[in-house]
């Protein structure tokens, strides 16, 4: 296994076009996780899949962002309309767990950055 | 509100320790996690702590007191690859990590 994989890694794209990017898991990890980090700043939570349930969506996920786990695998976030306020590292992690109980440790990918011009 | 804090920069000598510190205040804690960060990489888990006291892994250990809501990092027999910056995170009531915005490790040689 290669660990967590995100395609693109890097994007530009002009203000109000649509972008889309994708985070292949490990394959045994059944929870995805999406975060998004500005440079000089930790990683703020998106929204989190058990299998292909999307549990929970941070407030900071406007309307504009949409995310999808199909059959519970990969995992694709797009982002409608971006604004330059969208310029950022999108970091996709997994983990294994059946509970949260215990570290529940997260594996990154090594990142999708997004510019908006 | 729940909040994390880390130095924004901490500089130190090869071959020398470091301690980093991290405190929160969170609703609720279930564990608190300590990352490493490579410039324009992925996070790397480094450790865990959910009962106080002292983690050791190698040149790497982790402290916690939870009455205090504290933490550090302490790496010991510094590297130049050790450059990095380092993000401590919480686990809160709703199992949710909370993350510090990350101290960035300056290695001189």
């Known amino acids: 296994d290669t660990g967590v994989s995100q395609d693109p890694r890097h994007k530009i794209t002009k203000r109000g076009q649509n972008v889309t990017f994708r985070c292949d898991p490990i394959?045994?990890?059944?929870?995805l996780y999406w975060y998004r980090q500005t440079l000089g700043q930790g990683p703020e939570f998106l929204t989190y899949?058990?299998?292909?349930?999307?549990?929970?969506k941070s407030r900071l996920l406007s309307d504009r962002f949409s995310a999808e786990r199909p059959k519970g695998s990969f995992s694709t976030l797009e982002i409608q309309r971006t604004e330059q306020g969208d310029s950022a590292m999108y970091l996709c992690a997994s983990s294994l767990g059946s509970s949260f109980s215990g570290a529940n440790v997260l594996t990154f990918g090594a990142g999708s950055r997004l510019t908006v011009l | 509100g729940q909040n994390i804090d880390q130095p924004t920069e901490m500089t130190a000598t090869e071959g020398a320790i470091v301690q980093i510190n991290c405190t929160y205040q969170?609703?609720?804690?279930?564990?608190l996690f300590w990352y490493q960060q490579h410039a324009g990489e992925a996070p790397t888990f480094l450790s865990y702590?959910?009962l106080d006291g002292l983690e050791e892994k190698g040149r790497f250990s982790s402290f916690l007191s939870r009455s205090k809501g504290y933490s550090y990092l302490l790496l010991k027999e510094l590297q130049m690859k050790d450059s990095a910056s380092y993000l401590c995170a919480v686990r809160d009531s709703n199992y949710q990590l909370i993350w510090g915005a990350g101290t960035k490790l300056i290695i001189k040689p």
């Open positions: 899949f058990q299998n292909e349930a999307q549990l929970e």
């Open positions: 969170t609703s609720g804690f279930n564990g």
């Open positions: 702590n959910v």
């Open positions: 394959s045994e990890h059944n929870r």
